[in-house]
């Protein structure tokens, strides 16, 4: 894709990013009265602009997706009156295209030593994904206790398509809607390094054209981390399972991880040890 093109979709991506921050604060959240008639919900674009210290028009501008330029300083600024916290100041930072460290490397291919670490794993469930979510390698433990994704055709192995779209994904993780919503936003926080790339951008659409709850997540805009919150899986074999994720990063600036699935008591122990080893 060109560069114009690119720099096109970068500026609508953050121009759609601000607005949905702006609208999420309440006027008498930083000092203006509630009052008064309000076309859209949250702070005016004149009011952002009046508590980051930057003219009207030039706001103005940068929520409407122009091209102009914009300063570090400036960026911070409206980091801070949008009370973004610190992931969504680093999203704002890639998006206005303002450098925060050295580029991230892509990893083109795993090599074999890292098959042969996930399998020392077991049997707690591990699995390598990139940063778009597609899964690189696990071992058995993670066929035979989250999902057999060795049955999985290769063009699938994609935790969003698996998990909004796909027939194939029958885990049974109870707190399945709060990791629906952070599965998305952390494959948005993801994007803004990746925009205008076809491979993002046809994941993107596939799941838009797919998924009604993808689309419905998608439009709030919002960006995580990896998370480390315990997970709650019901096994139909053994009965309740509780895991913590332990994310190892295998890049240097964290653009492919591990994840390992360790168990937070002795009972999810013993029935890992079942499951896996019979």
């Not at 801070?80 to 206005?96: G, K, P, Q």
């Not at 390598?128 to 035979?144: C, E, G, Q, S």
């Not at 076809?198 to 919002?222: K, M």
Request: glycine residues 6%; aromatic residues 8%.
């Amino acid at each position: 894709m060109p560069a114009t093109t690119d720099k096109a979709e970068r500026r609508r991506e953050l121009a759609a990013f601000l607005r949905s921050r702006r609208e999420r604060i309440q006027p008498e959240e930083v000092g203006f009265a509630p009052g008064g008639r309000r076309r859209t919900p949250g702070l005016r674009r004149e009011e952002v602009a009046q508590l980051a210290g930057v003219g009207v028009t030039w706001y103005t501008w940068l929520e409407q997706g122009r091209d102009i330029n914009v300063s570090a300083q400036v960026i911070e600024a409206i980091s801070r009156t949008l009370r973004l916290d610190r992931l969504e100041r680093n999203h704002l930072y890639t998006l206005a295209g303002i450098a925060l460290g050295p580029a991230k490397a892509a990893c083109a291919a795993l090599p074999a030593s890292i098959q042969k670490m996930l399998d020392k794993f077991s049997p707690y469930p591990a699995q390598v994904m990139n940063a778009r979510y597609d899964v690189l390698a696990f071992n058995d433990a993670y066929t035979k206790v989250i999902l057999d994704m060795a049955a999985v055709p290769l063009e699938e192995r994609n935790l969003l398509w698996l998990t909004f779209v796909s027939d194939d994904w029958r885990c049974a993780f109870m707190d399945g809607d709060s990791i629906k919503m952070h599965l998305v936003a952390g494959y948005r926080a993801a994007l803004a390094d990746h925009l205008g790339e076809p491979s993002w951008q046809d994941l993107t659409d596939r799941l838009l054209a797919s998924s009604p709850l993808f689309a419905e997540l998608w439009e709030r805009y919002d960006v995580a981390a990896p998370s480390a919150k315990i997970k709650l899986l019901q096994n139909e074999k053994v009965g309740l399972l509780r895991m913590e994720p332990a994310n190892l990063w295998l890049t240097q600036l964290g653009q492919v991880r591990a994840t390992v699935y360790t168990p937070v008591d002795e009972e999810t122990e013993t029935k890992l040890h079942t499951l896996v080893y019979g």
